[in-house]
């Protein structure tokens, strides 16, 4: 969830380390500081509150020096406060770290040190780590022993840098667990350290992701990679091929507007290398699925948080469909607690949009041990949940800043749609006929999506009514049953809105008793097998007197009559419908959110990536 920059070379580095923590604020925070070293000495500005505070700061008290770190900040421990931002200081001043993750044992190890006589300026669990640095550095080891001496101490899952006024010329990063990425941005004469890749992007495409229990120290001339336990590692520099640009909003008054209205183009892209229209066929070669693996495989968990877990139900209806095999969607969070049945014949599939959600990662681990097979879809080149994996789908999205997701939750609609039909091909469950009319049907999307997205000012005049709502129901069935979870939790992360997505078969086992006409029902009806039964539950929301919100088809006349506001959407072909209907719904949620005059982008309390359990 927070977001760390560091750099070490022959420029400014106070002007790059916030440059680049501007590009991080996506992730959410509370606070931020930077640590730069100027004439020797570690200077440190930090602030709660947004990025323009610490900008301010600097303004006033200016700090200069070639090697700097900095941080943006969620609290954990300790309320958001100047004194609990990040980068802390030790007791000499020589010794600044920041930090994302929990120090599991905080507790026991401040008790240990302030029991030797160590003072602590926060209430943080992060300053244990810089004491705990600092007295290894006094037993005579250099700052690359210190650190990994503390990390041999502290409990949980880490990203952690550090730098020394003792050692001016090198910055020690070291990564242990899936508290979120560490990276290493090479340059000339110039490195850079980030924990998510916009950060440092605009300098360097050329990057070394840390696994779990590697550091590294970034001096201006290099890199060096070790283990925890001190041997050299031979690291891979990955290109990453995003375009620095496509990071920034341009013209839009919003990322989230401006990454809902790229969904044609990141569709498009999803689709691009993969299927061969001509021939009907379908490539995933990054996902190394062989014949024998496909045939073998006996059950799939399809295993994710949030909006991925909400594109993972979609998914189950593809899978079992296509290639008949039993397919469970496991929330992550959960999937580890509840003694999973996982066999060599079991694949488990992770979604994430950043590769470094926790629970996700931890999820992955537990289908490791297990002794499944790992698939993943990702969004972020060279992510942990991409490396773990032994085989992937990228989403080929481009970056996605806004915390609430959307072409990151219908680029892996299409991605699930195409693992579902290759495998009923290996499988032999899909006919040649199946196989070539679902793989036709592809094509259409990223057009009607384009429609749809041209057809916004019917949501604005929706949301301009609806933008003093309190509570919502959001109903679909079938393959559109995931998408009133999603258009309900975009709801509410971005306006704040209380809304619940459910089953529309089940609104009268309980929900129908909210309906009144301050409720409105969102009703996702486009002409699918669930049709009929969706104007079922349209005509009982409005004999209760419920507003009715309507997603429908082209052309539906009794929608029309039923509903107080329509949402139309082209012919879709039917399995593929929640790619379509989601985007009135990510619309809606926008709309409304910025009539109230809320922070669209960054959404309180929410990150973009939650590398924390």
């Given at each position: ?458 949501v604005v005049k929706a949301a301009r ?101 329509v949402f139309s959407i082209p012919a ?42």
């Amino acid at each position: 969830m927070c977001g760390i920059v560091g750099y070490i070379g022959e420029k400014d580095s106070s002007e790059i380390v916030i440059n680049g923590l501007r590009k991080l604020e996506y992730r959410g925070y509370d606070s931020a500081g930077i640590a730069v070293l100027q004439e020797g000495k570690i200077e440190v500005r930090r602030d709660v509150g947004k990025l323009s505070k610490l900008e301010a700061l600097v303004n006033i008290n200016p700090v200069h020096g070639t090697i700097g770190i900095g941080h943006t900040r969620w609290a954990t421990h300790g309320e958001p406060s100047a004194r609990n931002a990040h980068p802390h200081v030790g007791t000499t001043g020589e010794v600044v770290v920041v930090h994302n993750g929990i120090v599991e044992n905080f507790l026991e190890l401040k008790e240990d040190l302030i029991a030797e006589g160590a003072t602590f300026n926060s209430d943080t669990d992060t300053e244990t780590i810089v004491l705990l640095v600092e007295r290894y550095l006094a037993t005579g080891l250099n700052l690359t022993a210190a650190v990994r001496e503390t990390l041999k101490v502290i409990k949980g899952a880490h990203g952690v840098v550090v730098m020394s006024s003792r050692y001016p010329d090198q910055i020690v990063a070291a990564r242990m667990g899936n508290a979120g990425g560490v990276s290493i941005g090479l340059g000339k004469g110039e490195n850079f350290v980030a924990s998510d890749i916009p950060a440092i992007l605009e300098h360097t495409r050329n990057l070394v992701f840390l696994e779990s229990r590697q550091m590294a120290v970034v001096t201006r001339e290099g890199v060096e990679v070790t283990t925890l336990e001190g041997d050299k590692v031979e690291y891979e520099v990955h290109n990453v091929g995003w375009d620095p640009i496509s990071a920034e909003k341009g013209a839009y008054r919003h990322f989230m507007q401006k990454e809902s209205r790229e969904q044609v183009r990141s569709l498009t892209d999803t689709l691009a290398g993969r299927v061969d229209f001509d021939h009907c066929t379908i490539r995933l070669p990054q996902l190394n699925l062989t014949e024998e693996l496909a045939k073998r495989i006996d059950k799939i968990y399809i295993t994710a948080c949030g909006t991925a877990a909400h594109a993972g139900m979609v998914g189950k209806i593809y899978l079992e469909r296509f290639a008949k095999i039993p397919t469970e969607v496991a929330i992550a969070s959960e999937f580890r607690y509840h003694e999973p049945i996982v066999t060599p014949n079991t694949v488990v599939l992770a979604i994430s949009q950043s590769g470094e959600t926790a629970d996700t990662l931890a999820a992955m681990d537990e289908g490791r041990k297990r002794g499944a097979t790992l698939w993943s879809i990702v969004n972020a080149i060279g992510s942990q949940a991409m490396r773990l994996a032994d085989g992937y789908i990228s989403m080929q999205t481009g970056p996605e800043i806004g915390v609430a997701s959307t072409k990151a939750f219908t680029a892996p609609l299409l991605d699930l749609y195409m693992l579902a039909v290759l495998l009923g091909e290996k499988r032999g469950t899909l006919s040649e006929e199946e196989r070539r009319r679902l793989v036709a049907d592809l094509a259409v999307i990223p057009d009607i999506v384009g429609q749809c997205l041209d057809r916004e000012e019917d949501v604005v005049k929706a949301a301009r009514e609806l933008k003093y709502i309190r509570n919502a129901l959001y109903l679909g069935r079938g393959v559109n049953m995931p998408i009133a979870y999603e258009g309900a939790l975009k709801l509410k992360e971005i306006s704040y809105i209380h809304a619940e997505g459910y089953p529309a078969g089940e609104m009268k086992h309980g929900p129908i008793a909210l309906i009144d006409r301050d409720i409105p029902v969102l009703a996702i009806a486009p002409k699918d097998p669930w049709y009929e039964k969706m104007i079922s539950q349209i005509e009982q929301a409005r004999a209760r007197g419920g507003p009715v919100v309507a997603v429908g088809t082209d052309g539906d006349e009794r929608i029309r009559n039923l509903a107080d506001y329509v949402f139309s959407i082209p012919a879709t072909p039917w399995l593929l419908t929640p790619v379509v209907t989601v985007i009135p719904l990510q619309l809606l949620a926008y709309h409304i959110a910025t009539l109230r005059g809320l922070d669209v982008d960054q959404p309180r309390n929410l990150a973009k990536s939650v590398t924390v359990e």
